[in-house]
Nanobody, 115 residues
Framework: QLQPVESGGGLVQPGESLRLSCLTA????????VGWYRQAPGKEREFLAS???????KYADSVKGRFTISRDNSKNTVYLEINDLKPDDTAVYSC?????????WGQGTQVTVSS
């Protein structure tokens, strides 16, 4: 299986933090790009952040300062930490593992922010 596997979602209260994990099938190479996206009900999928094997990071303007992407090469895992969660953060969060011209999507993990 080459698809990544996400975990760490759940039901949280506004203001709390959460760390999502994306376990990739293979170790990251310098050319690998792993990104986090989310899709809320009735909305299009939205890019959040990405990290390369370099590593270089990139963030959507809407999440800068509140979301942090990082990786642990020893575990083939990329993390997305989300602070000060808001109800608008409710969505399915998915991981994309890009290897050259091939894209591998995970199944996603649900994050629900509600009091």
């Amino acid at each position: 299986q080459l698809q990544p596997v996400e975990s760490g979602g759940g039901l949280v209260q506004p203001g709390e933090s959460l760390r999502l994990s994306c376990l990739t099938a293979r170790r990251m190479l310098s050319s690998t790009i792993v990104g986090w996206y989310r899709q809320a009900p009735g909305k299009e999928r939205e890019f959040l952040a990405s990290i390369t094997g370099g590593p270089r990071t990139k963030y959507a303007d809407s999440v800068k300062g509140r979301f942090t992407i990082s990786r642990d090469n020893s575990k083939n895992t990329v993390y997305l930490e989300i602070n000060d969660l808001k109800p608008d953060d409710t969505a399915v969060y998915s991981c994309l593992d890009r290897r050259g011209s091939y894209d591998y999507w995970g199944q996603g993990t649900q994050v629900t922010v509600s009091s």
